[in-house]
């Protein structure tokens, strides 16, 4: 990384998960078969991480930057709120969580499979990849799987049956990437799922196509053949894949790329090595002052101790000139070694900005509330930051792999009527009705001229209460709009032309509740629907807020009352 620094990711991985699982690299026992102590102060260090950049499914919200948007943003919002319904995605957000809070960095993958779309994490143990440069080269991910799980993917997946009964005859106990024996299992089969930029010739074999390149996945594997260095290669699927399903993640991810497991636990690294040496110390020197030794030059007390081989209220006959004398084992003064210990695990609170309220302790004596709260509030600008970087990784997931496949999805007008009834279509009709009431008035109105008749003025309420019970009396069966829409160019660049608000950014929510106060109070005015200075100001306020945006207050319809009634006062007219 530079002349004097340099890093292992693959030490790195290791020793985190050694950690966290209260683990020395060095073995559990010193020179002298004791035991070492291990003093964890990383995992506390993870888990206030993990809450203070928690993110969940309701945090996830889509909405419309204009009003050409608004209802592409009613389509993203219901097709997304299924979906992750159905795909337990605050399941994956929460392993997802977890993993950054422990490695700062965490790859996630999204696979088509059986029509559906799949999102998972991949652990660090798993995956073999270039720290360098992560998105540019291939990743290979390791794969264990029972011989009923890979003769499952020659349908799910469509690995070759012919090479599946072959690999299936050599069965390996499954093993880390050191080699080290997972378990005591011999029905797993290791596979390597391959995904990069690779020439074509990979797949045709031919010389013409050597240096074209194109994005594929390969699942192989190799067993130790009876030759002694040799390896039978086994290919169970290969082809073309439309884009790299694999996407780096991170708290706080490197500047050029790279990446980076400078998080929670690795920032503690020195920390926890020193902890552990001050407390292993103090328990040795612990363990001395709980012994009592005694000391004679008498020879006839060779070989003998006082726990088996001196009775309570024995007499003690010595040798003249000699006595029995304790040694002295009295506990040491221990401070300045705890002192130290305390030293190092306040460094590493300040390292990964965690205060004392965050781990539970109480502010010292004296401490005012508000100096509390305001600390509090300052550790927590760290996190804030970081759990915005989540919301970027998060809006990255939907606009490259989730809403592009949410579009191959509706391919007709039935399958988005079904994504959208259980949304409110009344919020779709709102934005045509007016619309269709008007088509409806000049067809009458011309019909009424050829006839030689006096054509009846335009009559909002009217017109559009009848188009409204319509389309009410027919129920979801209706047409998916009353005017004519053209839903591929509608949700042509629907992943771009979207707002993506996830981590709820304007966090302050008594500012927010402030502002909206204040535009309720404007818009009450009924003076309001002429005043094109208090619409601008209001539209300025909404969006400043994040909470409501112009197009989303300007689509909500105006009150009708039904055929024949009259119209209810509105003062909320569209922001223009």
């Known amino acids: 990384m530079s002349k004097y620094v340099n890093t292992d990711h693959y030490d790195d991985i290791q020793k985190i998960y050694a950690y966290l699982g209260s683990r020395h690299t060095s073995g559990e026992y010193d020179s002298l078969k004791r035991e070492k102590p291990f003093f964890n102060i990383v995992l506390a260090a993870r888990n206030i991480y993990y809450r203070a950049t928690d993110t969940d499914r309701k945090n996830i919200n889509v909405r419309a930057d204009n009003m050409q948007e608004d209802i592409p943003a009613l389509f993203a919002t219901a097709w997304l709120t299924e979906w992750m319904r159905r795909e337990h995605f605050g399941s994956f957000l929460n392993n997802w969580g977890i993993e950054l809070a422990g490695f700062n960095s965490a790859v996630v993958k999204f696979v088509e499979s059986n029509g559906e779309l799949h999102s998972m994490v991949v652990p660090w143990s798993r995956i073999i990849f270039d720290p360098i ?5 291939p990743k290979i991910e390791i794969l264990e799987l029972t011989e009923a799980e890979l003769y499952r993917r020659v349908d799910t997946h469509g690995y070759d049956k012919e090479m599946v009964e072959k690999l299936c005859e050599a069965l390996t106990a499954r093993e880390l990437l050191d080699h080290t024996q997972q378990d005591q299992k011999s029905s797993y089969i290791k596979l390597y799922e391959v995904h990069g930029y690779f020439s074509l010739a990979t797949l045709t074999g031919k010389d013409k196509d050597e240096k074209k390149y194109a994005q594929q996945m390969h699942v192989i594997s190799f067993v130790a053949s009876k030759e002694k260095g040799e390896y039978d290669d086994y290919t169970l699927v290969s082809g073309r894949e439309e884009k790299d399903p694999y996407m780096l993640t991170a708290l706080l991810p ?24 001050e407390a292993k110390s103090i328990k040795d020197q612990l363990d001395i ?21 001196i009775q309570y209220g024995q007499i003690v006959i010595n040798k003249e000139g000699t006595s029995i004398t304790p040694v002295n084992t009295t506990l040491p003064n221990i401070v300045p070694q705890e002192s ?11 390292i990964n900005g965690i205060s004392e309220s965050m781990l539970g302790q109480t502010p010292p004596s004296g401490s005012a509330w508000r100096q509390v709260q305001t600390l509090l509030a300052e550790s927590h ?10 919301g970027l990784d998060i809006e990255r997931m939907i ?8 579009k191959k999805k509706m391919k007709n007008k039935d399958e988005i009527m079904a994504v959208l009834s259980a949304n409110n279509l009344a919020k779709i009709d709102a934005k045509l009705i007016p619309a269709r009431a008007v088509a409806n008035h000049n067809r009458k109105f011309v019909q009424s001229v050829l006839d030689g008749e006096i054509p009846s003025p335009y009559d909002q309420a009217a017109e559009e209460g009848a188009v409204q019970k319509e389309l009410q009396a027919m129920g979801d069966s209706r047409p998916l709009s009353p005017g004519d829409i053209n839903w591929d160019e509608l949700l042509k660049d629907i992943e771009w032309n979207l707002e993506f608000d996830v981590t709820g950014e304007p966090s302050d929510k008594q500012a927010v509740l402030s502002t909206l106060s204040t535009v309720l109070g404007v818009i009450a005015n009924p003076n309001y629907a002429n005043n094109p200075q208090a619409q601008f100001v209001v539209a300025k306020a909404l969006r400043a807020t994040g909470t409501v945006s112009p197009a989303e207050f300007a689509s909500i319809p105006s009150p009708v009352a039904p055929v024949g009634g009259q119209v209810l006062p509105n003062n909320l007219q569209p922001i223009k």
């Open 133 to 137: 440069n992560f998105d540019a080269n």
């Open 254 to 277: 490197a500047t050029d790329g790279s990446v980076s497991l400078d998080g929670s636990v690795k920032n503690l690294f020195q920390a926890q090595w020193m902890v552990n040496h």
């Open 381 to 390: 600008s760290l996190f804030e930051l970081m759990t915005e970087n989540k």
């Open 399 to 406: 606009r490259t792999h989730i809403i592009p496949f949410a």
């Open 340 to 350: 130290f210990m305390n030293m190092w695990k306040s460094l590493s609170a300040e």
């Open 289 to 309: 002052a709980s012994k009592n030794f005694y000391q004679t030059a008498d020879p006839a007390f060779l070989g003998r101790n006082v726990v088996d081989a």
